[in-house]
């Protein structure tokens, strides 16, 4: 074998070693060579931008749920408060799932306020009509009386909204979001209560958020 073949054969060995390493390698790396840092949701990471981020939905929902227990229409009432959640409006720049903020509201409320106060399910509207009309029709048994089914209705409607702010300089982008929610009386219309929360954010370089 010449010094020419004895090149390629040795060429084409490493070749083949590359590849098969590659194939049983232990998984992709940063490339940056920085791992992955699990944090808590309410802290402020090192990727951060100017606008709605975990840190901020914690410190507001946190301050929304403690409000609603503490005031007389669910603390001092004769009977349990029935609650249905309408969707939160975003007026931000920011894409974010605005209802998120309601649903760690409702979770709170529901886990800490010692049945205070229950969230009526309109999400799953369309399943619980199945359910009742099945029951009804003796299709299905309850351990309750099977033809007595009732929706419990709204004593409250709480909602939200987030309303914005943003300047871009040369020097870099400054935010400010308004972070607001209410309970409304279902049968006055009344406003029962009614809170928010502000956070205003400057950095030299924009996010984004989805």
């Known amino acids: 074998m010449n010094s020419t073949s004895r090149f390629l054969l040795a060429t084409c060995s490493l070749g083949s070693a590359l590849i098969f390493s590659g194939c049983v390698s232990d998984g992709v790396r940063n490339p940056s060579g920085v791992p992955v840092t699990e944090m808590k949701a309410d802290e402020r990471g090192f990727v951060a931008g100017t606008g709605v981020e975990s840190q901020d939905l914690v ?27 309408e969707p939160v409006v975003n007026n931000t720049r920011f894409p974010i799932n605005k209802d998120i903020f309601l649903t760690r509201i409702r979770t709170q409320l529901n886990e800490k306020a010692m049945g205070k106060v229950r969230f009526v399910d309109r999400e799953i509207m369309k399943t619980l009509e199945r359910e009742r009309d099945l029951k009804r029709s003796g299709q299905v048994t309850a351990s309750a009386d099977p033809h007595v089914v009732e929706f419990r209705g709204a004593d409250y409607f709480l909602t939200g909204k987030l309303d914005g702010m943003t ?28 809170s928010s929360a502000e956070i205003k954010k400057q950095g030299l370089e924009d996010a984004a958020y989805r």
């Open 59 to 85: 410190a507001v929902t946190d301050k929304m749920a403690r409000s609603i227990i503490g005031i007389p229409e669910i603390a001092q009432a004769s009977a349990t408060p029935r609650i249905v959640i």
């Open 167 to 194: 300047t871009r300089t040369s020097a870099g982008t400054s935010d400010y979001v308004l972070y607001s929610f209410r309970l409304v009386d279902a049968r006055t219309s009344e406003i029962v209560w009614e």
